[in-house]
């Protein structure tokens, strides 16, 4: 199994960034898919979750109604839209399928 995330950089407060989770070594489309992040000196925390079919999408409380979770099963990829970027998201994302991560994209919000 290998997750690789991507779409990191460094935003001002307001700015928008899309991060891209590309995985191999395993029939994708048939699982659910999570994003997380993980601030300085923080736990990890889970940021969104989308079903095998895209048609179910869970969010965490502090990112609903600015991020958005999808996913394209052709091309194994798993999408974290974000906009209304805010400091406080300043983490390192990672995507995850309940037992795998990948090694995560710098977020950095900052005026």
């Known amino acids: 199994v290998q997750l690789v995330e991507s779409g990191g950089g460094l935003v001002k407060p307001g700015g928008s960034l899309r991060l891209s989770c590309a995985a191999s070594g395993f029939t994708f489309s048939t699982y659910y898919m999570r994003w997380y992040r993980q601030a300085p000196g923080k736990e990890r925390e889970f940021i969104a979750g989308i079903s095998s079919s895209g048609l179910t999408r869970k969010y965490a409380d502090s990112v609903r109604g600015r991020f958005t979770i999808s996913r394209d099963n052709a091309k194994n990829t798993v999408y974290l839209q974000m906009d209304s970027l805010k400091p406080e998201d300043t983490a390192v994302y990672s995507c995850?399928?309940?037992?795998?991560w990948g090694q995560g994209t710098q977020v950095t919000v900052s005026s």
């Open positions: 995850n399928t309940a037992t795998d």
